[in-house]
């Protein structure tokens, strides 16, 4: 696991968003695996700033998205479908019919299959992580098996509080999820989790010194030979 620390969030995310510009250029038909939340929207702005400046191009590009929230159409404004065209994909050249979304609208077996399926024809290259601040990547909440591979999901109710700023009312969150698995997330050839803020910083340690344990599933990235994470300071407050 390599740790960077950043002193502010616009040089974190210049480091992160300089090493996808370089990485699409040197192969531009990779398949990127994308989060969704808070923690990606500075390194997508940063993105469409490189397209409309012509220093890189999604024409050939595939997306994976983690994750979506279980009853919410595309069209729904805090769906990550929604998330993914406002913060990105409409500002960009990507190809739409390249980029996938587990479907919150579809029988939740159908859409775990076409997705896992899409999934299961392609090697991620580099798959982007935020954490939740219960250690969860991607919906997997503690205690998801580590060979879970994509799947519906309760959500935690930490995540349900966290997420709720998206909602009208904390009532208004899905209770469920359709997730990436842990183990579809650890065959990316590449991982690069961002993490900021006080709030992710107990996750942030258990992650790096903890022991790697279904609890905290982001402890599993220890496991994997090619893992960067970029952290501010307050997140990263906690380690030794
Ligand atoms: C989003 C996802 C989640 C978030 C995590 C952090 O697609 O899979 O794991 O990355 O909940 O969320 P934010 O960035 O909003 O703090």
Redesign the pocket.
């Known amino acids: 696991m390599k740790v960077e620390i950043f002193k502010d969030k616009e040089t974190l995310y210049r480091s992160v968003s300089d090493f996808y510009v370089k990485a699409i250029n040197e192969k531009p038909n990779m398949t990127l695996g994308l989060?969704?939340?808070?923690?990606p929207i500075p390194l997508y702005k940063n993105l469409i700033e490189s397209y409309k400046n012509k220093q890189v191009s999604f024409k050939d590009i595939t997306t994976f998205?983690?994750?979506e929230y279980i009853g919410l159409d595309k069209t729904h404004k805090a769906s990550?479908a929604y998330f993914m065209k406002n913060q990105l994909f409409d500002h960009i050249d990507i190809k739409l019919e390249n980029t996938f979304i587990p479907s919150g609208i579809l029988e939740p077996q159908v859409a775990i299959s076409e997705f896992q399926k899409a999934l299961d024809a392609h090697q991620v290259d580099i798959q982007l992580?935020?954490?939740?601040s219960n250690g969860?990547?991607?919906?997997n909440e503690p205690g998801t098996p580590f060979n879970s591979t994509t799947h519906q999901t309760d959500l935690a109710l930490s995540?349900i509080e966290?997420n709720s700023r998206m909602f009208e009312s904390i009532k208004d969150v899905p209770t469920q999820s359709i997730t990436m698995g842990i183990q579809d997330i650890m065959r990316a050839s590449k991982i690069i989790l961002i993490a900021t803020g006080k709030q992710k910083a107990e996750a942030v340690y258990g992650m790096i010194h903890g022991p790697v344990d279904e609890n905290l599933p982001a402890s599993i990235l220890q496991k994997h030979n090619d893992v960067v994470i970029y952290l501010d300071e307050a997140a990263a407050s906690k380690l030794k």
């Open positions: 989060a969704t939340g808070t923690t998205n983690l994750d990550y992580l935020g954490l939740g969860h990547i991607g919906f995540t966290d």
